[in-house]
């Protein structure tokens, strides 16, 4: 990789275009080091500027860094003519062109904008028009970044996919010590860096995967059911990272509101029972098998048809629950020499112990293992901190964001595929 305060590109580079978006914090006197390093390093920086951001910097300080015409509004007269993009329709042409859309600083009141999807301006329209991955370093007092609000909307826009470039703690222009500022250009960079690089890896073209990620639902009566915490975003991340790195991904989803990824294909499904059909009848045009989800091992024996009443009964109800197959042992067991099948085992004690017997137990080629008694990993947060087992190797990996945890796993799927497939 490039050193991060040089540059991804050079001339035997194709052509990037940075979006860098600009809004109105203290902070965007920082924007200019940025746009002039990357401008520097050889990529196209088109500058987009909120109106409030005007008020700390002047466009012309941009447009005389980049040497290009800096984007102030939606509207025609004032969108840039001479920049080679349709003046009229800036906010397509942008998102278009963009190689990603780089937000620095993004102040509290846009990351409240672009959690809820508003497009009142060009930054915001650009962002929701575009397939770009977007980066947004956020920067504000210390008391605005760790505000409940502030904090949701962080969450809802990495839900959403973005990629949140934390700020830094120390002392802030307002005085007040805590985190918020914005991180140095190099970090900022090198975060670019990576982000382009990672797009342009296709190293899982060909390759055919299902995925399946969250809970099942097993009905006890028409309006009850039996389920657990798992959210499903580990396996959304897993399918998101196949689809961008070149995969056909087929996404068997249980009950989980989350968006499905670009470019994947999603089959949402409800019980165990139903997951295991949509599995099984996929599985013999697939290559990879990865059982993230968390089907119930258990379902009811009998399903009321109709609301089991309360009343009138001796305050206790008793369930007979019967088990439910094991849907990644039922793969393995029919998988053919070139196929691979990856479990998880979400455990709370004895966890290496527990993953080693359920990989041979299931037949899968490696396990991830997981202790979803902590906070910070496992179920329904959006980090995971995981151990890494196969036959032949034992990797446990720090703490990640679950879409880095997703992308160290199909690197670890590419070393366990025979050479001649
Ligand atoms: C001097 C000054 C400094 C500011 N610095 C920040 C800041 O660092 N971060 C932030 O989120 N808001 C900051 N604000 C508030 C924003 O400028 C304000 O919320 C504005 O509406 C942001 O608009 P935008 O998101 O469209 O750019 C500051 C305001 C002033 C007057």
Not at 82 to 103: F, K, P, Q, R, T
Not at 323 to 347: C, G, H
Not at 368 to 383: H, Y
Request: net charge neutral; hydrophobic share 45%.
């Amino acid at each position: 990789m490039s050193s991060p305060d040089t540059a991804h590109a050079n001339s035997a580079t194709p052509a990037i275009t940075i979006v860098l978006g600009v809004s109105g914090s203290i902070a965007a006197y920082k924007a200019c080091e940025l746009a002039s390093r990357l401008t520097q390093s050889g990529v196209t920086v088109e500058v987009v500027m909120t109106q409030s951001a005007h008020q700390f910097v002047a466009p012309l300080t941009f447009q005389a860094l980049t040497h290009r015409p800096v984007h102030t509004s939606l509207w025609p007269e004032s969108a840039a003519s001479e920049s080679g993009v349709y003046a009229a329709m800036a906010h397509i042409a942008l998102a278009d062109a963009a190689s990603a859309v780089l937000i620095a600083p993004a102040s509290a009141n846009l990351l409240a904008r672009l959690a809820n999807g508003l497009a009142d301006d060009l930054l915001t329209t650009i962002i929701l028009a575009t397939r770009a991955p977007i980066l947004v370093a956020p920067a504000m007092n210390p008391v605005m970044w760790s505000h409940p609000a502030t904090q949701k909307n962080i969450a809802t826009l990495r839900e959403l996919g973005y990629i949140v470039i934390e700020p830094e703690g120390g002392r802030m222009a307002c005085e007040h010590v805590g985190a918020g500022r914005l991180p140095a250009s190099e970090t900022i960079i090198a975060k670019l860096n990576e982000v382009l690089l990672q797009q342009a890896r296709r190293d899982l073209v060909g390759l055919k995967v299902l995925v399946t990620a969250g809970p099942t639902r097993e009905p006890l009566d028409p309006v009850r059911y039996l389920s657990n915490r798992s959210s499903g975003r580990m396996g959304f991340a897993l399918a998101e990272e196949a689809a961008t790195r070149g995969a056909k991904v087929l996404l068997v989803a249980g009950p989980c509101p989350i968006a499905t990824p670009r470019d994947v294909q999603r089959i949402d499904v409800q019980s165990a029972l139903e997951m295991r059909d949509a599995v099984l009848q996929a599985w013999p045009r697939c290559d990879v098998l990865i059982g993230a989800a968390a089907p119930a091992d258990f379902r009811a024996a009998e399903v009321a048809s109709q609301k089991i009443k309360k009343r009138g009964g001796t305050g206790e109800l008793e369930l007979r629950l019967i088990s439910n197959p094991d849907i990644v042992r039922e793969a393995a067991a029919q998988k053919r020499q070139d196929q691979i099948v990856v479990a998880f085992a979400a455990e709370t004690q004895n966890l290496l112990d527990e993953a080693r017997r359920k990989m041979q137990d299931k037949g899968a080629d490696a396990i991830v293992a997981n202790d979803v008694s902590q906070a910070d990993a496992g179920f329904d947060v959006e980090t995971n901190r995981v151990t890494w087992l196969s036959t032949t190797q034992h990797e446990e990996w720090p703490l990640l964001s679950k879409r880095e945890v997703a992308s160290k796993i199909w690197d670890k799927v590419l070393g366990l595929r025979p050479a001649t497939v």
